[in-house]
């Protein structure tokens, strides 16, 4: 592994990021981190994109090649239960998604390719906020990350928990889905509770909504195309005596193509306007997709596959795994530019086996020089 020698710099940095956690365009504390040691690297850094994001320019050589590879820095308003010596330090903040640890990996490729690395191009090294709720990279590319710098093909990746350490997984094609989110409002009559003839109680209503709205990925799609319908939340304004007269339904929804989100959401609004109609009472539904599905295009999932195999081996790489049901806002900057989202083994025991969003999750250190030097492969690949 390229990056060996650097392990100790980069548990130090992953534990320091671990323990100053802050969420979406508030994360400070790692954007200046990341800025200051850029600079100790000697490579030129530019500040301030997207509130805290931050880019780092590598050239060596003469060619007009380039690369960009993104990592993502804030955490989630978590309280962490680990009893760690470096548990966050702030209430209510962790790294609970291991971006502490993506920070950390692309700060040690940075630190080898700088002092070390053999390619002929330049390297833009992508720190971005605010992934959890996808405005991150849509914000730093309205302020200028593919106008203001010459990036031909973008990478990302992602530490998952129930995978080895030291295995590598990506795809061809959609490799995580869309997040759409949904809010169905209605609106009857509420009353009294022991006379709900004389009312429109959207208590009722919105059950049957909510049953109805699980028929459309067992009814409605294709078994082999995947998707998810999740309500979250249904409030009402009924009380103990009272049968409530509005109601919101919220939720959730996933899909690994544009054809399948198109059936999810026709389908729940025929669904809403069926029932509600059958009751006579007024109804508004709101869909909208906060992160579009990630795709991978063929020439760089082979290229990242390639990498993975010549660092970790054939047997620890697969080029075809199976797509993952969670969003990354990786996938606004893999629609503007050709690009691949990778997975690597955050391991299986423990608390680096423990979900994502978790409580009780940690990143395993373990990774920091595995997932370093793969970027390191990649970009002498590429820019060889």
């Known amino acids: 592994m390229k990056t060996k020698s650097l392990h100790n710099y980069l548990v130090e940095w992953r534990q320091d990021l671990h323990m100053n956690p802050q969420i979406s365009f508030e994360e400070e504390y790692a954007s200046n981190k990341v800025s200051n040691l850029l600079k100790e690297f000697g490579i030129e850094v530019h500040q301030g994109i997207a509130k805290t994001g931050v880019v780092g320019v590598l050239k060596k050589g003469t060619s007009n090649k380039s690369i960009g590879i993104r990592a993502d820095m804030d955490a989630l308003p978590i309280n962490e239960i680990n009893n760690f010596s470096y548990k966050s330090k702030i209430e209510n903040r962790m790294h609970a998604c291991g971006h502490d640890g993506h920070t950390t990996m692309l700060l040690g490729a940075a630190k080898y390719l700088a002092e070390q690395g053999d390619f002929d191009g330049t390297i833009y090294f992508i ?49 995580t889905t869309s997040e759409n989110l949904f809010e169905i409002s209605f609106e009857g009559k509420g009353g009294h509770a022991a006379l709900p003839h004389m009312g429109q109680d959207t208590l009722t209503i919105g059950s049957q909504i909510i049953v109805a709205l699980q028929t459309i990925v067992s009814r409605k799609l294709n078994p082999v195309d995947p998707g998810v319908v999740s309500v979250t939340e249904f409030i009402t304004d009924g009380k103990k005596n009272i049968l409530p007269g509005k109601g919101l339904i919220k939720g959730d929804a996933r899909a690994l193509s544009e054809d399948s989100n198109i059936i999810i959401e026709q389908s729940m609004r025929q669904i809403v306007k069926g029932i509600c109609e059958a009751y006579n009472v ?51 900057m893999s629609k503007e530019k050709p690009g691949c989202f990778v997975l690597m083994g955050n391991g299986t025991k423990g608390s680096h086996g423990r979900p994502l969003h978790a409580a009780d999750y940690d990143f395993n250190d373990e990774l920091l020089v595995t997932g370093s030097s793969y970027w390191v492969e990649l970009a002498e690949q590429q820019l060889r």
Request: charged residues 25%.
């Open 127 to 175: 720190f971005q906020p605010d992934e959890e709720n996808c405005f991150g990279a849509k914000t730093m590319i309205e302020e200028g990350l593919f106008t203001k710098f010459s990036i031909d093909e973008v990478y990302g990746m992602h530490n998952i928990p129930g995978m080895e350490v030291g295995t590598f997984g990506t795809r061809k094609g959609a490799i």
């Open 282 to 332: 007024s109804y508004e539904v709101s869909y909208k997709t906060t992160c579009p599905m990630t795709f991978n295009e063929s020439k760089q999932a082979d290229s990242a596959t390639k990498a993975a195999k010549s660092l970790l081996g054939e047997k620890n790489t697969n080029g075809d795994i199976e797509p993952r049901q969670f969003s990354e806002d990786f996938s606004i």
